[in-house]
């Protein structure tokens, strides 16, 4: 079965509170793949990788989250980020 897959790009605040850019791969309502650009430094999330110090996947489904079509990006866009992943 294929999952419908969506892609976004929010910038905003960590629960650290520190500033940055946040981009999700959804699939099937699910954050699978995260990455988030900081200042000083990427972190890359995924299911295999759910956390990383004070840094977590996102577990809330896409419908219960507040994105609206000015923040999704193509899959292009994401994965080139991703692809840079150390």
Request: no cysteine; net charge negative.
């Amino acid at each position: 079965m294929m999952m419908d897959k969506v892609y976004i790009k929010k910038e905003g605040e960590s629960a650290e509170g520190e500033w940055g850019t946040f981009y999700f791969e959804f699939a099937d309502n699910y954050v699978t793949k995260q990455i988030e650009v900081y200042p000083a430094k990427v972190i890359y999330l995924d299911e295999n990788n759910p956390e990383e110090g004070e840094h977590m996947l996102g577990d809330q489904p896409l419908d219960q989250l507040d994105f609206d079509s000015s923040d999704r990006i193509t899959a292009e866009e994401f994965y080139q980020l991703w692809n840079n992943r150390k």
